[in-house]
């Protein structure tokens, strides 16, 4: 305040209030004041800069990022005419639908002609089954006829030789007979020369000198004729031997065969019967399936004649993608799997929840057609990139909204 005898001072006679006049106190004050304002400010700008700092050092960022997946290329296994396709470019579909028909109606012929030959087969394998133990018992049968014939034989050549004894012994006995004949008949010659015994006497000794003789010529006929009869008994033998010997080492053989060819038959069989599967799964090849439920593009057209393995049409598991985010190889220290990422996606203007799953072995241009060579030419160091799999928080891509291809931009939180 202004003291009461103070003149006036010339800001006041001019019609200007006059100052405020500020007291030693009141400076100080003020001066006190501004410090703290400066000193909060100070502290302002150091929390927020520290928070900043902590803020930015907690995570790692990169906008070299896409979503990724495993495209599925469906391509036809069989050759034939495409007939009908079941859906439309961008369509989502589930495994096991019916995307796309080839022309079954040849396929079905060869199942068919196929189940025929394996009818076939099977027929001709029971029938050599069947022939088995037909030729087991005639073989054996064979063996024991054979065996039964030598002994018969053996039997006929013991009674043609005891046949044969009683030929000889009817054959002595007749010459013996023959030389008292011949003898009584020399000796009546005599008598009846001499006239001492009747010419009917005599007659008779020569009858039966005659008929003694012809006895002999008889007994020497059957001898020979028995001796014939043991030959023929012998050789009968030797032919049923060889038989029985035949039939001994031809039996094994001849089951052997039978079986072998039943073996055969039995394993044609199984040919045709594995032919008529291949037929079958050609035919059932002529409905292609989806593999995985995704959405289906770039697909083949009605009309198209096929091969086996070409590409007809692209299925994109839209359920199982994740993230391939592309950082500098600066940034790798701080990376480790498992730790929380939340990325942008730039199509759906939409922020998602992820984890690291793991690190790539070597940076992306090592997996080019022509990977860099540092050993030739000038040398400059360029920043390296390696690709980083990151995977989706179960239920973030519910909505299925995600297409592989699609940029984002992830955020590793490293604290």
């Known amino acids: 305040m202004a003291k009461e005898n103070e003149p006036p001072s010339p800001d006041a006679s001019a019609g200007i209030p006059p100052r405020p006049t500020v007291t030693r106190p009141q400076r100080r004050w003020r001066r ?38 495993h495209l599925y290329p469906v391509s036809a296994r069989i050759s034939g005419y495409v007939v009908r396709v079941n859906v439309d470019d961008n369509q989502y579909v589930k495994e096991g639908t019916v995307l796309v028909e080839i022309d079954p109606k040849d396929y079905q012929v060869a199942v068919d002609q196929a189940r025929a030959d394996l009818a076939n087969a099977v027929a001709t394998a029971q029938s050599l089954h069947i022939d088995v133990p037909i030729t087991t018992t005639t073989t054996t049968s064979q063996m024991q006829t054979t065996a039964a014939d030598v002994e018969n ?100 053989k001849q089951v052997a065969a039978t079986q072998a060819r039943a073996l055969s038959a039995q394993a044609t069989v199984e040919q045709k019967r594995a032919a008529v599967a291949q037929a079958e799964l050609n035919l059932q090849y002529t409905k292609i399936v989806a593999p995985v439920n995704g959405a289906v593009t770039k697909r083949v057209v009605v009309g198209m004649n096929v091969s086996p393995g070409q590409q007809l049409l692209t299925v994109v598991p839209l359920e199982d993608v994740w993230i391939t985010a592309n950082f500098k190889e600066t940034q790798l220290p701080y990376l480790c799997p498992g730790q929380p990422v ?70 590793v939180y490293i604290r």
């Open 153 to 252: 034989n053996r039997a006929g050549i013991a009674a043609a030789e005891k046949q044969l004894a009683a030929a000889n012994a009817q054959l002595e006995e007749a010459q013996a007979n023959d030389v008292k004949a011949q003898q009584d008949l020399a000796r009546y010659k005599l008598l009846v020369d001499k006239e001492e015994v009747a010419r009917q006497t005599y007659d008779t000794a020569l009858a039966t000198a005659r008929s003694t003789a012809a006895a002999v010529t008889a007994a020497r006929a059957n001898a020979e004729a028995a001796q014939h009869s043991v030959e023929q008994a012998r050789s009968r033998l030797a032919s049923a031997e060889a038989s029985s010997n035949q039939a001994v080492q031809t039996a094994p």
């Open 32 to 69: 006190r004041r501004n410090m703290l304002l400066l000193l909060a400010g100070i502290v302002v700008v150091f929390v927020a800069g520290l928070w900043l700092w902590r803020y930015f050092s907690s995570y790692e960022t990169t906008d070299d990022a896409q979503v990724d997946a």
């Open 342 to 411: 939340q990325f942008y996606v730039d199509s759906n203007k939409r922020s998602y929840k992820g984890r690291v799953d793991s690190i790539s072995g070597a940076t992306g241009p090592l997996f080019s057609l022509f990977p860099p060579e540092n050993a030739t030419g000038n040398y400059v160091k360029i920043v390296q990139r390696v690709p980083v799999k990151i995977t989706l928080d179960p239920g973030e891509n519910s909505d299925l909204q995600l297409r592989p291809g699609v940029n984002v931009v992830p955020k």
